[in-house]
Each structure stands twice: as structure tokens, then as C-alpha cells.
């Protein structure tokens, strides 16, 4: 059974506090540690700031944009940010996902300032942002950094799920024209329940992306990237198989955010054929030199297919658990 981190009434859990751990006060005191970190009021824009500064130092996003997304208010999620004095030197997202059984899950990530950042701080923000889930619920980590995941390993964590960012170089081949199919591009106000359905049914069971609602579909519409020319629907003797969801990121980088192929249809080519169209259209429409994906790390169809086409492993990350009674971190 997975504890939550944020269940306060759990006799053996409480914040990790860095002053409160006689292994840490055993160690020489890192200059930039002078107390524990405290709630700073909030403020769009230093938010903003924090998370462009890290991303510019990390090289990749400090949270997914689904967290980013709880900052603004769009989607269940809680929200803390601490420092010291008033400046935010971290910021953490508890968000819920509801399954396509009802079932809600929480799921928390932290971005920590790169000048904050030591084994001490990094263990208390973990533990304040996963403490922000609702008490009684099971919350787990998204792990963006290495030495994050090592952190929270060294506190009772486990990894128990890893995705990986995979970069293509384009342009990738052209897909092989289908006599018997068409591509076409999503319309608004139409193609909301279609591109829902497929969706659920090709990612059934998955933790995040089973349950796409049309509402889903319209909250993303709203979104700054959201192209519908970028969505593209394929068919086969007029029937909707599968959609590639591309998207152009405001820093011009080019993803594949969803492909999504009827089930019973799977292993028969229509995956390569949406997947280099989609690739084509991030190549020419957007002059894009290379694109890039997230895919769980054992899904050997879909990673097949990618490498099939070029795409090699870039990063990572990982989703950790915590298990019942397992609360003490490591000195
Ligand atoms: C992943 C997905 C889009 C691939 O589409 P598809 O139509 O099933 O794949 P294709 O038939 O085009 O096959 C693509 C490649 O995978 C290989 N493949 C097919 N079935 C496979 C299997 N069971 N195991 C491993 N490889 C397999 C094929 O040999 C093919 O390789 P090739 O390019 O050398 O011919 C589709 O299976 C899907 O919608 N899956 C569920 C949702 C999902 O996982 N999406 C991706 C999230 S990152």
C-alpha cells in the first residue's frame, strides 16, 4: 500500500525538517541553508520567473504543463511555494487525476531553484509538496532531475515508473501515401468526442491518459499552442483509425503530444503512417530541424516505432513511491 506523504493524521509522518535531522546537523552547514523553508505569498509573475530560470538552467521544463497548468487555477491541483524572506526559491504542485473508474489519484512535483538547491532543501521541498495531496489520499512524486530522484530515493522513494523523452532529427522519411486513407486536420467544434474516443480507447488503463474528456479536449483548445491544422485525424475507407497530435512549443521545439491508434487496429501500419505525417507536417509547415516525444519506458510497440523512424532516447523521468511506514530519511 502506497502512504500518502501528505497524510498529516499518520502518526509516523511529518515534514522533513533539515534542522530536525541529527544526521543533517551532524554535517558541516551548506552555506546557502539558514532555516527551513516558509510559504511565500504567491505572485504570477516571480512563478513564471522561477520556472523559466530553471528550465534555462536544467535544459527542460521545471513541471509538466498539466502542474503548470494547477498554478493557474485550470486544473484540481494545490499549490505551495516557500523561500526564504519573500522570494520564491521553490515551488511545488499536487494535482488530481481522475481515472476512467472515478478513482482519483494524486500526483506532486517540485521545482527548486538551481541556487537552493542541496540534499537538505531538496528533501523538504519534496516533503512539503507531497504533503500539500489531501490527507488520506496516496500522492506519488514525478521526478524531473537526477539528483531530485536520488534525494527522494534516499528518503523512502521508490521508482516504479520511468518515462523517456525521445528527440528525432528532421526531416524523418515521408509516410508512405495509404490509397485507402486520408488525412485531415481536426475541427473545432466537432471532432472533440471522436478524438476523446479514440483516445480512451487506445490508452486504456494508462495512470494519465485514459479518461480525455470533450471538455479536456476544450480546456486544451484554449491553450496558446493548441494549432487545430496541428491535430491531424487519420482515415481508412472513410473511418476515423487514429490521430497525431502535434504541438509547437512557445520556444519553438516541436513535440508529438498524443498518437492514438484504435486498438483493434493496432500492428498494422496506421501508427507509422499518422506518426510520420504528423513529423512531416512539424518539418514543413513549421521548418522544425527536430521534434521530440514522451513514451513510458516499457511500451516496446510504440518505442519500436519511433526508433523505427529515428527517434533516440534524450532524458527522462521517473514516478516515485513512497510505501507505508517507510519515513525516515537516510542521514
Ligand atoms: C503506439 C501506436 C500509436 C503504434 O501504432 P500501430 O498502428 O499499432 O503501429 P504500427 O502498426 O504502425 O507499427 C509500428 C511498429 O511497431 C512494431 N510493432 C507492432 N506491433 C508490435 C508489438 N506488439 N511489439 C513490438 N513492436 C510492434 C511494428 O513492427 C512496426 O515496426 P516497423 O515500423 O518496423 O514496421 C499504437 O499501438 C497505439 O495507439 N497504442 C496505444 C497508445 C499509445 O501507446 N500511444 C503512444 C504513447 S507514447
Not at 539558514?34 to 510559504?39: L, N, S
Not at 527542460?60 to 520564491?88: N, P, S
Not at 518515462?163 to 481536426?186: I, N, Q, S, T, Y
Not at 487519420?234 to 502535434?246: K, L, N
Amino acid at each position: 500500500m502506497i502512504r500518502g506523504a501528505g497524510d498529516a493524521t499518520a502518526p509516523e509522518h511529518k515534514p522533513y525538517l533539515a534542522h530536525e535531522d541529527a544526521a543533517y546537523r551532524r554535517r558541516p552547514i551548506p552555506l546557502d541553508i539558514v532555516g527551513e523553508m516558509q510559504p511565500v505569498p504567491a505572485d504570477g509573475d516571480a512563478e513564471s520567473r522561477l520556472l523559466e530560470e530553471i528550465a534555462l538552467a536544467d535544459g527542460r521544463a521545471a513541471l509538466t504543463e498539466y502542474k503548470k497548468r494547477g498554478i493557474g487555477g485550470e486544473v484540481d491541483a494545490r499549490v505551495g511555494r516557500w523561500g526564504r524572506g519573500d522570494e520564491i526559491e521553490a515551488l511545488g504542485v499536487a494535482a488530481a487525476h481522475r481515472a476512467a473508474d472515478g478513482s482519483v489519484r494524486w500526483a506532486a512535483e517540485a521545482a527548486v531553484a538551481v541556487r537552493a538547491r542541496s540534499d537538505a532543501v531538496e528533501r523538504e521541498v519534496i516533503e512539503l509538496t507531497t504533503g500539500l495531496a489531501p490527507v488520506a489520499e496516496t500522492v506519488t512524486l514525478w521526478s524531473h532531475r537526477e539528483s531530485q530522484r536520488r534525494v527522494a530515493e534516499g528518503i523512502g522513494y521508490l521508482t516504479f515508473r520511468e518515462l523517456l523523452m525521445m528527440e528525432v532529427v528532421l526531416p524523418a522519411p515521408p509516410p508512405e501515401p495509404r490509397k485507402d486513407g486520408a488525412l485531415r486536420p481536426f475541427i473545432r467544434d466537432q471532432d472533440e468526442a471522436l478524438i476523446a474516443a479514440i483516445n480512451n480507447d487506445a490508452f486504456a488503463g494508462h495512470r494519465e491518459n485514459d479518461n480525455m474528456t470533450v471538455d479536456t479536449i476544450v480546456d486544451l483548445e484554449r491553450q496558446p499552442w493548441f494549432d487545430p491544422a496541428g491535430l491531424l485525424i487519420g482515415e481508412v475507407r472513410g473511418a476515423p483509425v487514429g490521430f497525431c497530435w502535434t504541438k509547437v512549443l512557445p520556444d519553438g521545439s516541436g513535440e508529438i503530444y498524443i498518437i492514438g491508434v484504435r486498438t483493434e487496429l493496432h500492428g498494422t501500419g496506421i501508427g507509422r503512417w499518422l506518426l510520420l505525417s504528423g513529423l512531416e507536417n512539424l518539418a514543413t509547415r513549421h521548418k522544425l530541424r527536430t521534434a521530440f516525444l514522451w513514451t513510458e519506458g516499457d511500451n516496446r510497440r510504440a518505442i519500436r516505432l519511433y526508433e523505427n523512424v529515428g527517434f533516440r532516447v534524450a532524458g527522462a523521468n521517473w514516478e516515485l513511491s513512497r510505501l507505508l511506514g517507510v519515513a525516515q530519511p537516510k542521514g
